[in-house]
């Protein structure tokens, strides 16, 4: 089983969702954790039920699109556990996606690459010099829809998304020399926080799902197990990867 104990892990975004099932399974297995999300009260209650289950944890409540904020999210690791080992960008998303095209303001496009595209790489940014002290992983999170077209979602949110795979690939070779493997996941569809279920209520599922060879949504414990691998030496040889957890979407 892989172990991150003696680790100490940032998971942005991870109040709720995706980001909160690989906070604590990070946690599971060894890691401390800092969570960190524009969710104050969302990130209190996620700190207190993984502390709760015996994880060691601190919360930082901010905005990854805010610089300030994202200086106090890696500054509460160090302070906290006196290192940083693991990065996840996990916080961004489609920010009221799906939008008609014709519906889609300049507040709407900037956004979405605010949350996602500025808030990975000025975190990357903030925490590199911890990072290069011992080595460490960064995960980018990505999407399906970054990989290939889907009239799922708007434009403005695959753009941001496949300029986080670019930026992985870039982040891979510049950081490799410095030990620190930099990988995406991108997720297909996954049952979600409540917030992206409402989303789903308005899709044809089983529509939807013809696409998905294994004829299901994914789990977030699916893209929690894919970021656990990143996140340990049981990858240790892998960087500037592009992991799909997508059921099979892609095999088409
Ligand atoms: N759910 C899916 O099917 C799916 C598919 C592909 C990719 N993703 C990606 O996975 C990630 C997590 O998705 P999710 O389904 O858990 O979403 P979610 O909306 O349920 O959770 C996202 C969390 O991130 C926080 N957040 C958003 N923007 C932030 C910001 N700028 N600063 C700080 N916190 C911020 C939110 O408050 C929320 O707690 C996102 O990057 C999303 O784009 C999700």
């Known amino acids: 089983m892989a172990t ?3 680790k100490v892990a940032l998971v942005t975004g991870s109040a709720q969702g995706i980001g909160y099932a690989i906070g604590s399974t990070l946690a599971r297995h060894g890691a ?3 969570l960190a999300d524009m969710d104050a009260d969302g990130c209190r209650a996620a700190q207190e039920q993984l502390r709760s289950a015996g994880a060691q944890v601190v919360a930082v409540a ?3 699109a805010v610089v300030k904020d994202v200086e106090a999210m890696v500054g509460a690791a160090v302070t906290a556990f006196g290192r940083l080992d693991i990065l996840v960008n996990n916080a961004g998303g489609s920010a009221q996606t799906p939008l008609r095209i014709e519906d889609v303001t300049e507040e709407h496009f900037d956004r979405v690459m605010a949350w ?3 808030g990975t790489f000025f975190c990357v940014k903030a925490a590199l010099p911890h990072l290069k002290a011992r080595g460490g992983s960064i995960i980018n999170m990505a999407s399906i829809s970054g990989r290939g077209g889907t009239e799922l979602v708007s434009p403005q949110y695959s753009a941001a998304k496949a300029a986080i795979v ?3 690939r870039n982040l891979a070779k510049h950081l490799g020399p410095h030990g620190i493997r930099v ?3 991108a997720p297909g569809f996954i049952k979600s926080s409540p917030r992206v279920e409402a989303i789903w209520r308005t899709r044809n599922e089983a529509e939807v799902l013809k696409m998905v060879p294994l004829g299901r949504r994914g789990e977030m414990d699916d893209i929690a197990q894919a970021a656990l691998f990143l996140a340990s030496d049981a990858s240790g040889y892998v960087t500037g990867a592009v992991l799909d957890v997508n059921g099979g979407f892609f095999a088409l």
């Open 62 to 64: 901010g905005n990854v």
């Open 166 to 168: 670019g930026m992985t």
């Open 32 to 34: 401390r954790l800092v």
């Open 116 to 118: 996602n595209v500025r």
């Open 4 to 6: 991150l104990t003696g």
């Open 183 to 185: 990988n995406a996941i």
